[in-house]
């Protein structure tokens, strides 16, 4: 990320640091974004939808009303992601069994396998990370750990690191 000259220094070593440590965070963010993307895209899904399929659970229905505030997204703006999630055939929308004027949404069997699909190619491509050793990876959970970046973190740590 480039920094304009005419905006201050940070005034001590560890602030510089901090910010190279910052700027560097957000560049391999952009990166990771950008892999997240084509990944998506090599799925023939957008980034939005990815993430609405990823949030649905396999065998269950979530109300719109839920899956909008899981994604943190307003249900009217969600409808027209889900129509076209829909018109592919990777959800449905059913009744829900709680009240039937709410309308739950569903992954098909297509929907599934598209999900796992998408995944499966994320989680076998090692992108961005591709250059650190074993002993990097481990010290970078650590660090993010202590950051309280846990969510992702937690569930593949105790996992071995395999090349």
Do not use: C, Y
Not at 5 to 19: A, F, K, V, Y
Not at 51 to 63: D, R, S, V, Y
Not at 92 to 99: G, Y
Not at 144 to 149: A, P
């Amino acid at each position: 990320m480039h920094v304009p000259g005419d905006l201050p220094s940070p005034s001590t070593e560890r602030l510089r640091l901090m910010l190279g440590v910052r700027l560097g965070l957000l560049t391999l963010a952009g990166q990771l974004r950008q892999s997240w993307a084509a990944h998506a895209a090599a799925a023939g899904l957008s980034t939005a939808q990815v993430n609405a399929l990823l949030t649905l659970e396999p065998g269950t229905a979530a109300p719109m009303r839920s899956l909008a505030a899981r994604l943190n997204s307003d249900a009217s703006n969600l409808s027209v992601l889900i129509d076209r999630l829909e018109r592919r055939g990777v959800v449905e929308r059913r009744p829900d069994p709680a009240d039937r004027r709410v309308k739950a949404l569903a992954l098909t069997a297509e929907g599934e396998r598209l999900r796992a699909t998408f995944w499966r190619s994320v989680v076998e491509d090692p992108g961005t990370l591709a250059p650190l050793s074993d002993v990097d990876l481990q010290a970078l959970a650590g660090v993010l750990d202590v950051l309280g970046v846990t969510d992702a973190v937690a569930s593949s740590s105790s996992t071995p690191v395999r090349d």
